[in-house]
């Protein structure tokens, strides 16, 4: 009799170890749901929210949301690999600050300064030398405060005043991005047991001071994030150890299904999201959008501005007629993004910062002429 031959349960190791994965797409579909949930907020109709918000899983919960905490398990993931691989913190702080900074700027400053300009109520003139103009472009490349409102533009529409409501999650990005800096510099991430004492010990100090952490990270859902982040981190830390099984995703989310209605529905739901989100990005064979580049910050920055241009020239649009004009628009801004962008700044991560300006702005080396 033949034995049955049994496939061992693959862990995050091993996953890693294949080098394919399905998180450029993982990303572009967040980012697209991200588009897709902020146009009921932008339509503003009232007791109109998306499917998911109808559901009443959660306070705050739809589906801009459950995009959100998708990108932080993935960026805790990616980000704590990537500074455990290198090892190296003077390259990890230049890859965040190009992955992250020059795409905002650039956002930020046409915004400011071409998209303002157009489509502000007051003069030109009053507008260029309001004061809140340039303070909203300070002010959010700063990743420390936002600014919200530029004079005069989309105060009419329907959600009025808000520019760009996607750079609220910025300054929480950046403030993990630090923690996992100072986490491997002292050593942290390299040592597993440590890491979970520390990570275990921070969860519990969260749950006996709620007030007091929610004060700490200034609002309930910049703890969402943070902890969404730390479990990211938490997976890769421990990734030879963590199995990719369908079958542990389902139990997760039937889990989270029967807590639902109680305190530990929100903690379980985003357990199950995460895990969810890195068996989707290991198991189903969809590789071939790695040809793709990754457009999904840019989807992100430029959803909430060109929704709002969009939601400006219809006046009072439905939900769906944002999302179907401002999605191609907001890809083809995205696309641009990336390969304007994006892209060419990361082409800088190997470069020390002292040197960057002399690559910028030095000399073009000369082109050889061959002659046929």
Same mark, same amino acid.
């Given at each position: 009799?033949?034995?049955?031959?049994?496939?061992?349960?693959?862990?995050?190791?091993?996953?890693?170890?294949?080098?394919?994965?399905?998180?450029?797409?993982?990303?572009?579909?967040?980012?697209?749901?991200?588009?897709?949930?902020?146009?009921?907020?932008?339509?503003?109709?009232?007791?109109?929210?998306?499917?998911?918000?109808?559901?009443?899983? +959660?306070?705050?919960?739809?589906?801009?949301?459950?995009?959100?905490?998708?990108?932080?398990?993935?960026?805790?993931?990616?980000?704590?690999?990537?500074?455990?691989?290198?090892?190296?913190?003077?390259?990890?702080?230049?890859?965040?600050?190009?992955?992250?900074?020059?795409?905002?700027?650039?956002?930020?400053?046409?915004?400011?300064?071409?998209? +303002?300009?157009?489509?502000?109520?007051?003069?030109?003139?009053?507008?260029?030398?309001?004061?809140?103009?340039?303070?909203?472009?300070?002010?959010?490349?700063?990743?420390?405060? &936002?600014?919200?409102?530029?004079?005069?533009?989309?105060?009419?529409?329907?959600?009025?005043?808000?520019?760009?409501?996607? &750079?609220?999650?910025?300054?929480?990005?950046?403030?993990? /991005?630090?923690?996992?800096?100072?986490?491997?510099?002292?050593?942290?991430?390299?040592?597993?047991?440590?890491?979970?004492?520390?990570?275990?010990?921070?969860?519990?100090?969260?749950?006996?001071?709620?007030?007091?952490?929610?004060?700490?990270?200034?609002?309930?859902?910049?703890?969402?994030?943070?902890?969404?982040?730390?479990?990211?981190?938490?997976?890769?830390?421990?990734?030879?150890?963590?199995?990719?099984?369908?079958?542990?995703?389902?139990?997760?989310?039937?889990?989270?299904?029967?807590?639902?209605?109680?305190?530990?529905?929100?903690?379980?739901?985003?357990?199950?999201? +995460?895990?969810?989100?890195?068996?989707?990005?290991?198991?189903?064979?969809?590789? +071939?959008?790695?040809?793709?580049?990754? /457009?999904?910050?840019?989807?992100?920055?430029?959803?909430?501005?060109?929704?709002?241009?969009?939601?400006?020239?219809?006046?009072?649009?439905?939900?769906?007629?944002?999302?179907?004009?401002?999605?191609?628009?907001?890809?083809?801004?995205?696309?641009?993004?990336?390969?304007?962008?994006?892209?060419?700044?990361?082409?800088?991560?190997?470069?020390?910062?002292?040197?960057?300006?002399?690559?910028?702005?030095?000399?073009?080396?000369?082109?050889?002429?061959?002659?046929?």
């Amino acid at each position: 009799m033949d034995s049955v031959q049994v496939t061992p349960v693959p862990t995050l190791a091993d996953c890693l170890a294949r080098r394919r994965d399905n998180f450029l797409l993982l990303r572009l579909i967040a980012a697209s749901m991200v588009i897709f949930g902020h146009s009921y907020a932008i339509a503003h109709v009232d007791g109109l929210h998306d499917f998911i918000g109808m559901k009443g899983w +959660g306070p705050g919960v739809y589906t801009g949301s459950i995009a959100v905490d998708i990108f932080f398990v993935v960026s805790g993931f990616l980000v704590t690999g990537s500074y455990v691989n290198r090892r190296d913190f003077k390259f990890f702080i230049r890859s965040r600050f190009l992955r992250i900074v020059p795409a905002c700027v650039v956002c930020v400053i046409a915004c400011a300064f071409v998209i +303002g300009p157009l489509v502000t109520t007051l003069p030109l003139g009053e507008y260029l030398r309001h004061h809140d103009s340039l303070g909203y472009v300070l002010k959010n490349i700063s990743f420390i405060s &936002l600014a919200w409102t530029l004079p005069g533009v989309f105060e009419s529409n329907p959600y009025s005043g808000t520019v760009n409501g996607s &750079l609220w999650t910025l300054p929480v990005e950046v403030r993990m /991005y630090a923690l996992v800096a100072v986490f491997g510099l002292i050593g942290l991430l390299h040592r597993r047991w440590l890491f979970n004492l520390v990570i275990g010990a921070l969860c519990l100090w969260a749950a006996w001071f709620p007030d007091l952490t929610r004060e700490v990270f200034r609002s309930a859902s910049h703890l969402r994030l943070a902890g969404l982040f730390a479990l990211g981190s938490f997976f890769y830390v421990n990734r030879d150890y963590l199995p990719v099984s369908g079958y542990l995703a389902a139990a997760l989310v039937l889990l989270a299904y029967l807590l639902h209605g109680t305190p530990h529905f929100m903690v379980m739901f985003g357990l199950a999201l +995460g895990y969810g989100s890195l068996w989707f990005a290991y198991t189903p064979p969809l590789h +071939g959008f790695e040809r793709l580049g990754d /457009y999904s910050y840019g989807l992100y920055l430029w959803g909430f501005p060109i929704q709002q241009l969009v939601a400006l020239q219809m006046g009072q649009p439905t939900p769906m007629q944002i999302f179907a004009w401002s999605m191609p628009i907001t890809a083809l801004v995205a696309v641009a993004s990336w390969h304007l962008i994006e892209k060419p700044a990361l082409g800088f991560k190997n470069t020390p910062m002292h040197r960057w300006p002399r690559r910028l702005f030095g000399r073009a080396a000369p082109v050889d002429v061959v002659t046929s």
